[in-house]
Structure formats: C-alpha cells, structure tokens
C-alpha cells in the first residue's frame, strides 16, 4: 500500500509539473500603453561609442551611451517587454553583402563567428529601473536593423556580457 501512495504521489506530482509547464507556454505576457516620448530622443546624445568599445571599457553601473544596430539573433526582442539586442556597427549584416540572399539578415549569420564580443543586450526602463512590459515593436516603434543610440547605465555578468539598462535612446534615420 505504502509502494502505490508513493508512485500514486510521483505521477501526480509529474503530472502537475507538466500542466504547470504547458500552461506557462500558453500564457501570453501582457503588454501596456506606454509614452514612447518619455524614452526617445529628438536629437541624437554626444559621446556615443560602439558595442564593442562600450564592451571593452564600461564597468557595472557605468554610464554609457552606445550605438549599434537592432539584431544579432533570428529574433533580437524579448517578447512583451522593451528589450532587445544590439550588434556593432562594423559588422555588416547580410543584407549589406551584395548579391546575399538572407531572408532574416538581422542574424548576422554571416558573421557569427563575431557575434560573442560584439552584441549587447537593451532593456529599456522605467523611472524605477524596471523594464517596461510592453514589447518594444510596438511600444518604441522599432524594427529589425535600425541604428540606434542608446543612454544608460552599463550592467555587466561574471561571463562578461554587457546589458544596458537604458533610460533613452535615439533611432537614426
């Protein structure tokens, strides 16, 4: 009796975890309206340097301004939230390359091998340092491959990874 309570608790544990997880795969993050004019700029900021300069230089909380542009993966954006990934200026992606027919050019896939040192991840935040939960596409009107100047405050991991916590950006035309 006391062997069928245990694999009885086993399966329905399993069983929980997994209606757990395809829930959570379900649910959508939901997005708010949000004051795009609180966080883009008219004018581009001074002092902007690229990804892997800011890379380079920037220690944890320093303040930074960078520039790069929207991309580096098939899908640079955190869905739901402002955040997004950047990739250095000097890389060119494949819809630079004459004659190269990426569908999704933004991946930078032909440069993957540069990627690691030279991306860097955005999250744009509000006035209390919490990323805003509406998706970046929409609430910052932003698209694959643009250039864009981003002020904040650098954030680094133990692997050296650099995110800006960003309080503003610019979007070059």
């Not at 694959?144 to 100047?149: A, C, F, G, K």
Request: hydrophobic share 40%; net charge negative.
């Amino acid at each position: 009796m006391k062997k069928w309570s245990l694999v009885s608790l086993g399966l329905l544990a399993l069983a929980s975890f997994s209606l757990g997880c395809s829930q959570e795969a379900e649910t959508k993050t939901p997005s708010v309206a949000v004051d795009s004019s609180k966080y883009l700029l008219t004018s581009e900021p001074e002092g902007a340097q690229d990804v892997i300069a800011v890379r380079e230089s920037a220690q944890d909380q320093d303040e930074v301004v960078v520039v790069g542009r929207i991309g580096g993966s098939e899908n640079p954006w955190i869905d739901g939230r402002t955040a997004f990934t950047i990739v250095d200026p000097s890389l060119q992606a494949c819809s630079d390359i004459p004659g190269d027919q990426c569908e999704k050019p933004w991946d930078y896939c032909c440069a993957t091998d540069k990627l690691p040192g030279a991306t860097a991840l955005i999250k744009v935040v509000d006035e209390n340092g919490d990323l805003i939960k509406a998706d970046a596409r929409e609430a910052l009107k932003l698209t694959e491959l643009q250039t864009v100047v981003v002020k904040g405050k650098a954030s680094r991991d133990e692997n050296g990874n650099l995110t800006v916590l960003a309080n503003s950006l610019y979007v070059r035309s």
